[in-house]
């Protein structure tokens, strides 16, 4: 009697055990965690490019959201490891016009990717992706449109209790925010010469998660002044976003990074033209850093980060950043006789 009652209550511990073992991770699949993506400050000017924050520890099957804030574009992207980067354009070469829908499921076997998406519109409630993720490991989270962009995914057995809450990603991604829209440094960017122009500033930072850039995306001292036959130059000091310096109508989007074909190259390296009609179309190319060498790769050859313009007749030349026209990346030269 006492044996078969220690039976009944010994399978009745495992149906119950075993129940428990299926709604357990049932309970933990509602966990959607919400992350944001990009920050701005009032005129657009300064852009954190980065994840806010850009770690977080999560339970196999929970889903992220992505909240993406700002007029300039991101995307969220999660590529096979050692996965050759694709561009912006491209996506995920295994998905139809490179995006994966939303509420995609990355294991790490096949790419996952948002596409381009920005808050160009300011919606009251922005875009977001959503993804889904089912398996354990440590996952690298990438903008394909902000080399320095990065956030680290780990994602904990069931079993493994997290180390934070919502709460606490909430606090770190309005303070990781605020300490890249504030960057003292992008702030007070001194000022050069009288026909020098400043295109651009921008930094990157570290953390524990990746990498984070700030980048001011402005001409400093954009109007300029000057007389015929004088040469204004155009420096960037950005970490890895690039700009250009266009006057006419924009080059077609996929053929945005040589310069036009009246563009030489001065003994220094630096790329130059001649404008000498207001109606002239002179498109400096990408202005960039070279990206940063590694260890057991061949060295990246020095890029182009200076482009001068001398102007032979007077009038008012108008000029943009094909890439950050949008945010307010302009600028005019006024040639005196
Ligand atoms: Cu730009």
């Known amino acids: 009697m006492t044996n078969l009652f220690l039976r009944q209550l010994h399978l009745t511990l495992r149906c119950c ?29 300064h852009q954190a490019l980065a994840f806010l924050p850009n770690e977080i520890w999560i339970h196999s099957g929970d889903s992220i959201t992505w909240t993406f804030q700002t007029n300039e574009v991101h995307t969220v992207t999660f590529l096979q490891p050692g996965q050759v980067r694709p561009s912006r354009f491209a996506g995920c070469p295994s ?13 790490g076997t096949a790419c ?3 596409g381009v998406v920005s808050n160009n519109s300011m919606l009251a ?7 889904i993720f089912p398996v354990t490991g440590s996952f690298k989270l990438v903008c394909l449109a902000h080399p320095n962009m990065t956030a680290t995914i780990h994602v904990l057995a069931l079993s493994t209790p997290l180390p934070h809450d919502q709460a606490f990603y909430d606090k770190q991604a309005n303070r990781q ?9 992008t702030s007070a960017h001194n000022h050069p010469g009288s026909n020098d122009v400043t295109a651009g500033v921008g930094h990157i930072m570290g953390n524990g998660g990746g990498t984070q850039t700030i980048s001011v995306m402005r001409f400093m001292d954009a109007t300029k002044v000057i007389h015929v036959g004088e040469t204004v130059e155009w420096t960037s000091a950005e970490a890895v976003t690039n700009h250009t310096i266009t006057f006419g109508p924009e080059p077609d989007p996929l053929n945005q990074i040589p310069p036009s074909a009246n563009v030489t190259m001065d003994a220094d390296g630096a790329r130059h033209a001649f404008i000498t009609s207001p109606s002239d179309v002179v498109h400096s190319g990408f202005i ?8 057991g790769l061949p ?15 007077p009038g008012v030349y108008q000029y943009k950043c094909v890439l950050h026209d949008e945010l307010g990346m302009v600028g005019e030269i006024i040639v005196l006789r």
């Open 17 to 45: 055990a075993l129940l428990i073992a299926l709604l357990l991770p049932l309970s933990a699949l509602a966990d959607t965690w919400q992350l944001q993506v990009g920050a701005q400050n009032g005129d657009k000017a």
């Open 95 to 107: 998905a139809p016009s490179g995006v994966t829908p939303d509420f995609s499921v990355f294991d």
């Open 112 to 114: 996952v990717n948002s």
């Open 125 to 131: 409630s922005p875009p977001t992706y959503t993804v």
């Open 177 to 185: 925010r605020a300490d890249l829209l504030s960057d003292v440094m």
């Open 288 to 295: 960039t850093q070279p990206p940063q060498d590694r260890i």
């Open 299 to 313: 060295q990246a050859p020095l890029s182009v980060t200076r482009f001068r313009v001398t102007f032979t007749q």
